[in-house]
């Protein structure tokens, strides 16, 4: 249950920065919350058997891995060293 909390509150930060122009949807913070929030809820809907929850955290955490991923391969490739 605390997983799921940890999750939900990650999710809502994730996007309350968006919102408020501290992140951008290209930002690598963002997605690691949006990863990160999508483990708690996948944590919380394994233990509670909510199979449609389940399955929509995965995507949503392989969107935001594969984002991710993209984002620190491009950054690799033109030698950027930001932390966002």
Do not use: Q, R
């Amino acid at each position: 249950m605390v997983a799921g909390w940890i999750g939900t509150v990650l999710y809502i930060l994730a996007y309350l920065l968006l919102c408020l122009g501290k992140l951008t949807a290209g930002s690598k913070c963002y997605h690691l919350l949006n990863i990160l929030g999508a483990l708690g809820l996948i944590i919380n809907a394994a233990d509670m058997k909510d199979y449609p929850s389940f399955v929509v955290n995965i995507i949503w955490m392989i969107i935001a891995g594969i984002t991710l991923w993209l984002l620190i391969k491009k950054g690799m490739a033109t030698g950027e060293t930001s932390k966002t």
